[in-house]
């Protein structure tokens, strides 16, 4: 019986780890990043969130050039945002990434430019609130905030 050979081993290993990184979630865990070919899926799969480009032609198209934008949009009819959060502020390419930090605030950073943040007024801002947090997609629309506790 032939040994496999180390190659296949290899690409196997990458395949799986390729298929779970693409799985689809309603929830942005604690150190996770959603980058710009990711979306978040509401659980009954009711709404997307992600980043997308607001061209008629390109849409949520990945590797699109130009200006991207975070936002919610329902999942199963063409092409509509319900909600886009950083409307006055865009991603200038495809190097975008969503993160819940340790406050609760929801951040966008990007290659060569300054952090984006979502939601200034509605974070945490006890020092002693700092902890884990979790953002959630529900199939309602909202994206809700919510802290872990151990």
């Not at 309603?26 to 996770?32: E, M, N, V």
């Not at 819940?100 to 939601?119: A, C, E, R």
Request: proline residues 7%; charged residues 15%.
């Amino acid at each position: 019986m032939a040994c496999p050979s180390p190659l296949l081993i290899l690409t196997l290993f990458l395949f799986s780890l390729n298929q779970v990184s693409y799985a689809e979630t309603d929830t942005l865990k604690p150190g996770q990043q959603l980058h710009d070919w990711q979306q978040l899926v509401s659980e009954g799969e009711v709404f997307r969130l992600g980043f997308f480009n607001p061209n008629p032609k390109s849409s949520v198209d990945i590797g699109v050039s130009g200006p991207r934008y975070i936002g919610i949009w329902f999942n199963n009819t063409p092409f509509y945002s319900v909600w886009v959060a950083n409307r006055e502020n865009p991603v200038p390419d495809s190097s975008g990434t969503l993160t819940v930090d340790t406050h609760g605030k929801l951040q966008i950073t990007y290659q060569d430019g300054s952090p984006i943040v979502i939601n200034p007024g509605q974070a945490v801002t006890k020092r002693t609130s700092r902890g884990n947090f979790t953002a959630t997609l529900l199939d309602s629309g909202n994206l809700v905030l919510r802290q872990v506790l151990s």
